[in-house]
């Protein structure tokens, strides 16, 4: 089964704080992306990496920055938290959609409250 | 541009009935559509996806999708609804040429006993 873990499942910062948000995948999936979930508004792309080193923007990049140094592990970072950051972080995975599948898997989560 | 949209914030049904979950895509192309479904304090589960072929997909849980490409939707569809299928539902469309998704805005299913 494809594993993805997501280092902290609540976390609780201040403002302006530096925050860094972990995954790690073991299927040796090329393609990584962070999410965040509001209500109302669903899932949207923060940040999609397709290998190493690699990265895009998606559709809500500012505030945020991404590191990806090895193929399994891929780091969101809030340089300065800000209250409009309070959210649910989600990472997901997957191979690229020349192979086989392109279905995203999910980590649990991390519910990042800004104070 | 390409989006996707589920029109009903909650659906609710009775155990034991069937239950349908709307979703509705506007791309360019042959779309590549996708259902997630969210168990509370989890994180996405895939359920089933349409890429060609048969526009009934089969999918996790007993769950089915027709995808109909004249009315450009892809709807979420169980025969008999069970408490346990209580949960967020998404619908998603892949980005042409990319591997990236693009997500509804979620659709609440509570089924009651």
């Known amino acids: 089964d494809v594993k993805v873990t997501q280092s902290s499942r609540y976390l609780v910062k201040r403002t302006g704080e530096k925050v860094f948000l972990e995954c790690v995948q073991d299927?040796?999936?090329?393609?990584m992306f962070w999410y965040r979930q509001d209500p109302g508004l669903g899932l949207r792309l923060i940040y999609f990496?397709?290998?190493?080193?690699?990265?895009e923007k998606g559709d809500i990049p500012e505030g945020y920055s991404v590191s990806r140094e090895k193929k399994e592990r891929f780091s969101l970072i809030l340089e300065s938290a800000s209250t409009n950051q309070t959210s649910m972080y989600l990472c997901?995975?997957?191979?690229?959609?020349?192979?086989?599948?392109?279905?995203?898997?999910f980590g649990p989560g991390t519910r990042l409250t800004v104070l | 541009a390409q989006s996707v949209a589920q029109p009903e914030d909650q659906v609710n049904v009775a155990e034991g009935n069937p239950l349908t979950v709307k979703c509705t895509y506007s791309?360019?192309?042959?779309?590549?559509l996708f259902w997630y479904v969210q168990y509370p304090n989890r994180g996405l589960q895939f359920l089933l996806k349409?890429?060609?072929?048969?526009?009934l997909v089969k999918g996790s849980y007993g769950f089915e999708a027709e995808f109909n490409k004249s009315q450009t939707s892809f709807h979420l569809k169980k025969p008999s609804a069970l408490v346990s299928d209580s949960a967020l539902y998404f619908c998603?469309?892949?980005?042409?040429?990319?591997?990236?998704?693009?997500f509804g805005t979620g659709t609440r299913l509570q089924v009651f006993p």
């Open positions: 791309v360019s192309g042959n779309p590549y």
């Open positions: 990496s397709y290998d190493v080193k690699m990265k």
């Open positions: 998603a469309v892949r980005r042409i040429n990319t591997d990236k998704l693009i």
């Open positions: 299927m040796d999936h090329e393609n």
């Open positions: 997901a995975s997957s191979f690229p959609t020349s192979g086989s599948t392109d279905t995203q898997y």
């Open positions: 349409y890429i060609t072929g048969d526009n």
